[in-house]
């Protein structure tokens, strides 16, 4: 199954990965892989959720865009280069 | 100059044209309180939460305005998860505000602590955890902007009773929230959708809650009108094109839809589905729903688009600017094949008729929607008394149906009432119930009492959890476990008890005396009303079964 990246600029507060994850567990998505780190200085957060690309993901992006705390999405499909990290490795944190 | 954190929320509430809120203080709202004391804004003391909630359910569908409720942390907070879920599911604008343990304090499970926020994630359409004063001037404006935008649904703002406290200079304050305009209509997909509509040769128009939000019933009516579409709605959309029982007007579908309403849904081949959800109880097992149909289905929220069933042709955005964009693209048409195929399935396959038999709960309904006047609220409970209702009280207008439909709340129907009935003090309400929903929220007869509303309760009795009743006797053997009550209250003497004037019809007596002195006599009344305990909902579909597979209903 060929993986998805979706690319997320949220609201940075306490309780936003809680929102984010809290969506995924209740609608029955499952995350390959997350990163999550703040945008210093700007009050918000980039967040990226590693995905199968399956039937359900369409409707993933759907209720993501609808969240108030998801400010922009954006998908990359791995033309770009981006890819999943394997597992047990640590993922860099390129944004600062 | 300077404002607690309180006052800036009492403030800001006002300005938004609050007038009405529903709750119960605690100690981590007391502040709030303090400061409502002095507002204008009259609040509305329930009896226990649930039912603050509910009251301001019954505020907000009855009106389309965003309400508010009031509640303290932990099991006040709690206590409103069950109206937040409600309102959630069937998009109902909500603002409930809680009162949070001392910032301080929070995390050390102090009393009364709950975690509001994690709660409400699951429940509500947006939450804020407010942590710091200033925070709340764009908090409050913001909770009603979101609930009212787009897809309509409930904000939860939890407040920790430090920043109630707290102070903040204001110099300016910010104009009410707002609804954000809807997506435009794309000219395309409409264009399309003319063309699946001016292809179809049986075409049926499938409408639901979305469209009471939007205001949008007459719009429907005049596309369906127009173009000769059949129409069906949900329990939510009941009332969308007026009483139904026609071959225009095919009432509701789904699990306790007519026979032939079901029968030809089998047979169309367009559905138009607008603001609808196409949830199961709706569509029975998906795959086998309208199996010959193409799909248009447009909707306020883009998520619902093909999220069970594949559309051919999706409309984003708001149902009453789509239609309106439709109307003068679609030709004026007969349709009269169409509409002899069906009311050859309507005279092939006619329903039971359970409204004329004085015997049948259905007779009863039927009598009371002899008493409505126009404008009045029908507000019910959940169960078997709910689905009589939406089978056999002739709605004659959207939104007229107050009803917990997607969460199915029992306990639901006594304190929505009350909030239709607050919001609405010149209009007709009547509640109708039944003995085990009554008892979910009883207390709230005294909130009844005390606001001296003109709300008419009729309340069916079965001695049973009806629904779960019937589906033991017909999915379970006839293994009757849990569902019969033993022990009846006397319900005539509980409603006197709370001061609200009572009576109980007596075996085989016509309902209409009764009626007629509950009608006539202003301020709440309640008429108890012991029907037939084997008496079920028919027909019936088995849950996960597809809609062709009908228990019932059937003209003998």
Known sequence: MKTVMIDLIINNHPGVLYRISGLF???????????????????????????????????????????????????????????????????????? | MKFSGAQLVIRLLERQGIEIITG??????????????????????????????FMAQGMARSTGRPAVCFATSGPGATNLVTPMADAFLDSIPMV???????????????????????????????SFLVRSVEELITVIPRAFEIAVSGRPGPVWVDIPKDVQTA?????????????????????????????????????????????????????????????GIPLVTTLMGLGIGGPSGTPAALGMLGMHG????????????????????????????????????????????????????????????DAGQVLEALIPLVETRERADWKAGIAEIQRKHPGPGFFRDSQRPEYLIRRVGRYAVPGSFIVTDVGQHQMWTAQAFPFSRPGQLITSGGLGTMGFGLPAAIGTALACP????????????????????????????????????NQALGLVRQQQELFFQGNYVACQYSQSPDFTAIAKGFGIPAQTLGSGESPDTALAS???????????????????????????????????????
């Open chain 2, 426 to 461: 010149d209009a007709q309400v009547i509640c109708i119930t039944g003995d085990g929903s009554v008892l979910m929220n009883i207390q709230e007869m005294a909130t009844l009492v005390e606001q001296g509303l003109n709300l008419k309760i009729i309340l069916l009795n």
């Open chain 2, 258 to 317: 007519e026979r032939s309403t079901n029968l030809i849904l089998d047979q169309c081949d367009l559905l138009i589905a607008a603001g609808v959800r196409f949830d199961d109880r709706a569509t029975g097992k998906i795959e086998a729903f309208c199996p010959r149909a193409r799909v248009i289905h447009m909707d306020i929220d883009n998520a619902e688009i093909g999220k069970l069933k594949t559309s051919h042709c999706g409309i984003y955005g």
């Open chain 2, 167 to 227: 102070e903040a200079d204001v110099d300016a304050w910010p104009g009410p929230g707002e609804k954000q305009p809807g997506p435009d209509p794309d000219k395309g997909t409409l264009d399309r959708a003319v063309a699946m509509i001016q292809e179809a040769r049986k075409p049926v128009f499938y409408a639901g809650g979305g469209i009471v939000r939007a205001g949008a019933g007459n719009r429907v009516a005049q596309l369906c009108e127009k173009n």
């Open chain 2, 24 to 53: 119960i203080p605690g100690g981590a709202n007391l502040p709030l309180y303090h400061a409502l004391g002095n507002s204008n804004i009259r609040h509305i003391l329930a009896r226990h939460e649930q039912g603050a909630g």
């Open chain 2, 518 to 556: 509950l009608f006539n006599t202003p301020g709440p009344g309640l008429v108890h009303i012991p029907i037939d305990p084997r008496a079920n909902v028919e027909p019936m579909v088995p849950p996960g079964a597809a809609n062709l597979e009908m228990i019932g209903g059937e003209n003998q």
């Open chain 1, 25 to 96: 567990a209740r609608r029955s998505f499952n995350m390959e892989a997350l990163q999550v780190s703040g945008l210093s200085g700007t009050g918000r957060s980039r967040m990226r959720i590693w995905v199968a690309e399956d039937a359900k993901l369409p409707q993933i992006l759907r209720q993501l865009e609808k969240n108030w705390d998801v400010l922009d999405i954006s998908l990359d499909t791995g033309s770009g280069g981006i890819e999943m990290p394997e597992p047990g490795t640590a993922v860099p944190v390129p944004f600062h």
């Open chain 2, 96 to 126: 409930a505000v809680t009162g949070q343990t001392p910032l301080t304090l929070m995390g050390t499970d102090a009393f009364q602590e709950v975690d509001t926020y994690g709660l409400s994630l699951p429940v509500s359409k947006h």
